[in-house]
């Protein structure tokens, strides 16, 4: 049972690039989330989906777009990167009934250079 | 927006000593989730707590809705308890999914 999978766990981007951070679960969950992580500011929430083929915008979207096909996957993908887009990004998921604590993958560190 | 405040922002224990971190929100909540971020990144679900008192172990956490507070306790501490303490909410009436994280404490406990 791998839980929340994030790939890769190291990146780095040259400004302008494009890339895919990769997320999947083998809960069945319901919900998925895409957190930044940054110094001082806690986790901040970047995009969520309720289910497949249903997404939503969180605190700080741009820059960002996002997808969700499957149950399983949910990708995070950088349109064209900019150094204020290096942190450390996390994958949740979450049931939609009962006790939806949240489960979070290993996260992926991202250096804009 | 809801706003999620905690203290206190770091703390440093002895091995063995006990510990109360406090988490205020500015709105009813739905959804109220205490996360532990170890040394190497890894955040992990302490507890899901809208209301009431729930224990686990040597940790327990006891969230009062009415008055927009959530407390988690650390008893008998050990070294391995150091990292950051997240704590998470969800506004009633808000989007669902949109938990919202304060910036968290950190705490060290010293051998």
């Known amino acids: 049972n791998a839980g929340v999978t994030q790939t890769p766990k190291f990146q780095v981007l040259k400004t302008g690039q494009s890339m895919t951070l990769q997320c999947a679960q083998d809960m069945n969950h319901e919900y998925m989330s895409w957190y930044r992580q940054d110094p001082g500011m806690g986790l901040r929430l970047i995009h969520y989906?309720?289910?497949?083929?249903?997404?939503d915008q969180g605190e700080v979207p741009n820059g960002y777009n996002v997808s969700r096909s499957t149950t399983e996957d949910f990708p995070l993908r950088l349109l064209s990167a900019a150094p204020s887009q290096t942190s450390v990004y996390f994958c949740?998921?979450?049931?939609?009934?009962?006790?939806?604590?949240?489960?979070f993958g290993s996260g992926t560190r991202l250096t804009v250079v | 927006g809801i706003q999620v405040e905690q203290s206190p922002p770091d703390l440093i224990l002895q091995e063995g000593a006990n510990s109360t971190l406090r988490c205020n929100f500015s709105?009813?909540?739905?959804?109220l989730q205490w996360f532990h971020q170890n040394p190497w990144g890894q955040l992990i679900n302490l507890f899901y707590i809208p209301s009431g008192t729930k224990q686990n172990g040597r940790l327990s956490a006891t969230t009062v809705a009415t008055e927009r507070y959530s407390l988690l306790y650390i008893s008998s501490s050990q070294t391995t308890d150091s990292g950051v303490y997240f704590c998470a909410v969800e506004r009633v009436g808000g989007a669902t999914n949109k938990l919202i994280f304060g910036t968290g404490t950190l705490l060290a406990v010293q051998p």
């Open positions: 949740a998921s979450s049931r939609w009934t009962g006790n939806y604590g949240y489960t």
């Open positions: 709105d009813s909540v739905n959804n």
């Open positions: 989906s309720v289910g497949a083929g249903i997404t």
